[in-house]
């Protein structure tokens, strides 16, 4: 079944017009027409019932609303954008993802980073399942790379929930993904190992690259999150290097263990970094967590 050609570019006129409630009602109306047509197709999968011009097109609105002054032209923009990924051929799909990437990883839009957050959170856990493995190889180097390298806690943490979304759905079946486990896992206990108070003993003299040698409380919290998704995707030799690892940093933990209470001693004469008590805590929640996933894989071993 077709769509009538003139009403969706009536609509994508509409979404251009400088009253925000046109706006919104253009993009709603816009929403439900793609509903109505998004069952059979789109996503590389089925017929489509749009020219690749008409994808285009309102791909690019879709995107641009995005970003829109008004919130709920934001907010409906995002429910488009779900309907959109199920709708339109996965050349577009890829298009959209790397373009909502852009926006996530630019440290100039912070004022939208939410929303571009939200949009490839929506994209990852609505887009088709065939398309699951090009979208994986597009976004999850990027991610990493993201959480490596920016100084930009904003964007860390953007990455890290959109990399938990991306393991949730994919993490098990895309080979772009398993790849990346080793990876993953190493990024996450570097992230973990940082004390939240040595930036204060760097004295800020590090490089952009190192994203400073310290982790907040809040992105410790969310790798924890981001580890135990990843904990049920492993291979066995790469959880239980991760079970070892996260033992470990909790053993030499201060007031820890005897080489956490002997070290809490050894660091109130010394100049090395102090961990502190919610660096434990962290370490031992984020065990919890793990447990909590796969704790029947580890009884096992």
Same mark, same amino acid.
């Given at each position: 079944?077709?769509?009538?050609?003139?009403?969706?570019? +009536?609509?994508?006129? =509409?979404? &251009?017009?400088?009253?925000?409630?046109?706006?919104?009602?253009?993009?709603?109306?816009?929403? &439900?027409?793609? =509903?109505?047509?998004?069952?059979?197709?789109?996503? $590389?999968?089925?017929? +489509?019932?749009?020219?690749? *011009?008409?994808?285009?097109?309102?791909?690019?609105?879709?995107?641009?609303?995005?970003?829109?002054?008004? *919130?709920?032209?934001?907010?409906?923009?995002?429910?488009?954008?779900?309907?959109?990924?199920?709708?339109?051929?996965?050349?577009? #799909?890829?298009?959209?993802?790397?373009?909502?990437?852009?926006?996530?990883?630019?440290?100039?839009? %912070?004022?939208?980073?939410?929303?571009?957050?939200?949009?490839?959170?929506?994209?990852?856990?609505?887009?088709?399942?065939?398309?699951?493995?090009?979208?994986?190889?597009?976004?999850?180097?990027?991610?990493?790379?993201?959480?490596?390298?920016?100084?930009?806690?904003?964007?860390?943490?953007?990455?890290?929930? #959109?990399?938990?979304?991306?393991?949730?759905?994919?993490?098990?079946?895309?080979? +772009?993904?398993?790849?990346?486990?080793?990876?993953?896992?190493?990024?996450?206990?570097?992230?973990?190992?940082? %004390?939240?108070?040595?930036?204060?003993?760097?004295?800020?003299?590090?490089?952009?690259?190192?994203?400073?040698?310290?982790?907040?409380? #809040?992105?410790?919290?969310?790798?924890? *999150?981001?580890?135990? $998704?990843?904990?049920?995707?492993?291979?066995?030799?790469?959880?239980?290097?991760?079970?070892?690892?996260?033992?470990?940093?909790?053993?030499?933990?201060? $007031?820890?263990?005897? /080489?956490?209470?002997?070290? %809490? #001693? /050894?660091?109130?004469?010394?100049? /090395?970094?102090?961990?502190?008590?919610?660096?434990?805590?962290?370490?031992?929640?984020?065990?919890?967590?793990?447990?909590?996933?796969?704790?029947?894989?580890?009884?096992?071993?």
């Amino acid at each position: 079944m077709s769509v009538p050609q003139v009403s969706i570019t +009536a609509l994508l006129k =509409k979404t &251009e017009h400088y009253d925000k409630d046109e706006r919104y009602m253009a993009t709603s109306d816009l929403c &439900e027409v793609l =509903k109505r047509h998004s069952g059979g197709s789109g996503g $590389g999968g089925g017929d +489509a019932f749009l020219d690749s *011009n008409t994808e285009r097109q309102i791909c690019t609105a879709v995107l641009r609303l995005l970003h829109d002054k008004s *919130n709920d032209v934001q907010a409906i923009a995002v429910k488009t954008l779900g309907v959109l990924l199920t709708t339109v051929q996965q050349e577009q #799909v890829l298009e959209i993802a790397d373009s909502l990437a852009d926006q996530v990883l630019d440290a100039l839009k %912070s004022e939208l980073r939410d929303v571009y957050t939200i949009g490839l959170r929506t994209l990852v856990k609505t887009i088709p399942s065939s398309a699951g493995n090009e979208v994986a190889h597009r976004l999850v180097g990027r991610l990493l790379d993201g959480i490596r390298t920016s100084d930009n806690e904003e964007i860390v943490l953007c990455c890290l929930d #959109v990399l938990t979304d991306l393991l949730g759905r994919f993490g098990g079946t895309s080979v +772009a993904v398993t790849r990346q486990h080793e990876a993953i896992l190493q990024m996450c206990l570097t992230q973990l190992s940082r %004390s939240s108070t040595s930036s204060a003993t760097a004295g800020g003299g590090g490089s952009g690259n190192d994203a400073a040698a310290t982790t907040s409380p #809040v992105v410790r919290k969310r790798t924890g *999150n981001t580890l135990a $998704g990843l904990s049920v995707v492993l291979s066995d030799p790469l959880l239980m290097r991760m079970v070892v690892s996260l033992l470990r940093l909790i053993e030499r933990s201060v $007031g820890v263990g005897k /080489e956490g209470r002997r070290r %809490s #001693v /050894e660091m109130d004469s010394s100049a /090395e970094p102090k961990t502190t008590v919610d660096d434990t805590r962290a370490l031992i929640r984020t065990m919890c967590s793990v447990a909590g996933a796969v704790g029947h894989r580890l009884g096992q071993e």
